[in-house]
């Protein structure tokens, strides 16, 4: 693991430990994985490290963006309450039909409904200004990335938060070329080169935190160079 815990994106690559080879059959039975019978779909990375990172931060606000069946949502506010974090989970998405009745019945989670592509519309500055701090922001929407970084930089990310892009590791889209939804792949492999650029633009804000990212090998997970601390706000 590097011995510079906060770094630059300028101080890393887009590569990862694991070969190319091994993100198919790590990804292919990701509609089996489940948290309390509801569809979760986090790598086994991801499931290792996202519970030390929020006993770290130990976040009052978690914004989750994309919901699907809710399992991730449950998860999140189920390792609030096993941690002993008094904290609240809001999750997004487009089409909450889709939840599970699990999901739709949890009152930890408060879940709206909207589109990302129209960020400032379902999570507006006045929701966000009365959010407590610190936040955990979780983007998996494969969609408007650069729009919705820069609505929570300017709406709301203070000096300690933490936003986490998903989903950022080209080898996992390269590998799944042949899925039906090209559109998705597409928008997929591009989030490194989107997220990589805005961060050049963001250096001395925003560090990738080699702990948590490098923790089983080098962007060993789905998401690369993208687990991010807010570290100066100007």
């Not at 408060?110 to 922001?137: A, K, M, Q, Y």
Request: overall charge negative; hydrophobic content about 35%; proline content about 3%.
């Amino acid at each position: 693991m590097n011995n510079q815990r906060f770094m630059k994106i300028s101080e890393r690559e887009d590569k990862c430990d694991l070969p190319k080879s091994t993100w198919r059959p790590l990804t292919e039975n990701a509609y089996l994985q489940t948290w309390k019978g509801v569809l979760l779909e986090k790598d086994p990375m991801q499931i290792a490290s996202y519970p030390m990172l929020i006993d770290e931060l130990k976040p009052k606000t978690i914004i989750e963006l994309g919901a699907l069946k809710g399992g991730s949502a449950i998860w999140l506010a189920d390792n609030l309450e096993l941690l002993g974090i008094e904290g609240q989970v809001y999750c997004i998405d487009n089409d909450l039909s889709q939840l599970d009745e699990k999901a739709k019945a949890d009152s930890r989670i408060h879940f709206l409904e909207g589109d990302c592509r129209e960020i400032s519309t379902v999570l507006p500055t006045e929701l966000l200004d009365n959010l407590p701090h610190p936040w955990l922001v979780i983007e998996d929407v494969h969609d408007n990335i650069v729009g919705i970084l820069e609505h929570f930089h300017h709406n709301g990310l203070e000096t300690g938060d933490y936003i986490i892009i998903e989903d950022t590791n080209k080898f996992m889209w390269e590998v799944w070329d042949d899925w039906e939804d090209q559109e998705l792949i597409k928008r997929g492999y591009q989030k490194m080169n989107n997220l990589r650029q805005w961060l050049m633009s963001h250096q001395e804000e925003y560090m990738i935190d080699s702990y948590y990212q490098d923790m089983y090998g080098y962007n060993a997970s789905k998401n690369w160079n993208s687990i991010l601390k807010k570290v100066f706000t100007f």
